[in-house]
């Protein structure tokens, strides 16, 4: 059990830990992670006959893994010290962990929410949104992503380098397990009200947003890939249209300034696209997701001299497209244009090919830095 000033819940919860240790016939300890109490929670555990460690860096996570670390047995259930959870009851939790899963995750939302055991903020938008985004990036059948009581497999859990530090370490455990090919279960557990007179440590809106920003890091395809791809899609048929003539909708003329946002539409969501290529590459090389079958196609078919060739090929494309342009302005005598819708339609068309050779060729020598590792093996 994670611990920070739960003096009023902290005997409590050990009793009822040990009083399911002793009817189960189980071989086990209560281990408390204190993070740094001030309320004589460390003389409480000990006193009810729970192992205090010390967690020395703050934060839910480093709790966590401080006791994941220090734990004893075979299989660790972990849950919050604040009586909001009834940890007599864990024959669910035991009887998967028995039946071979490596992780088994506790649902509220199956097993009962208590009156006032959840605000209604988290009960209907943080937890069900959140949990919804986790399972479409990450693709696990999970219902509640950040139920605070489970049980794993220590050596399993251990074995994917858990190191956030704050609330989001829920859903790092969750994802990293999925990623790791843990075998995951899920059982219902009820959520009682927590018997603190103080406020919760957790902050809604920072820690939402914690989770939601370890999901889409974790997840490059959606933080970077699909809204490039949709992005580049949009602005490059608009880009297309206007290369050729002005669209006017319902008296509304789009032209020259609608091409040039266009065009920067283009070059941001490219890189946006090669966001997300770097971020699968870095992220399997230092073993964060695990390496797929077709991981290694990106190197039969793509590779730094490919790479420069096509570069080459765009941005000599757009530099010819600017001197046909200087050209033209150096027969006017650097004068003015008369034609200044068609030349401009091309330099804009010129500094786009231009900007995008560049970024595939310095692109492509970042792409061969971090994948030595990868054509090594």
Known sequence: MP?????????TCIGKANQFLKSSGIDGEVLIADNGSTDHSQQIANEAGARVVEAKLKGYGSALITGINEARGRYVIMGDADNSYDFSKLELFVNELRRGSDLVMGNRFKGGIKRNAMPLLHKYLGNPVLSFIGKLFSKIDIGDFHCGLRGFNKEKVKSLNLNTTGMEFASEMLVKSKFGGLKIAEVPTILYPDGRSRPPHLKSWRDGWRHLVFLLIYSPRWLFLYPGLFMLSAFSLL????????IIIRGVHFDLHSLIIAGFGIIASFQMILFAIFSKVFSTNYGLIPEKEN??????YFNLERGII??????????????????YWKNLEFGEAKDISSTTRKVI??????????????????????????QKR
């Open 310 to 327: 096509a570069g080459m090929i765009l941005l000599l494309l757009g530099l010819a497209m600017i001197c046909w342009a200087f050209i």
């Open 295 to 300: 991981y290694r196609i990106w190197y039969k």
């Open 239 to 246: 880009f297309l249209i206007l290369q050729f003539h002005p």
């Open 349 to 374: 068309l010129g500094g786009v090919f231009s900007t995008l050779g560049i970024q595939i060729i310095f692109s492509s020598f970042i792409f061969r830095i971090i994948g030595i590792d990868t």
């Open 3 to 11: 611990c920070l000033n739960e003096a009023e819940t902290l005997a």
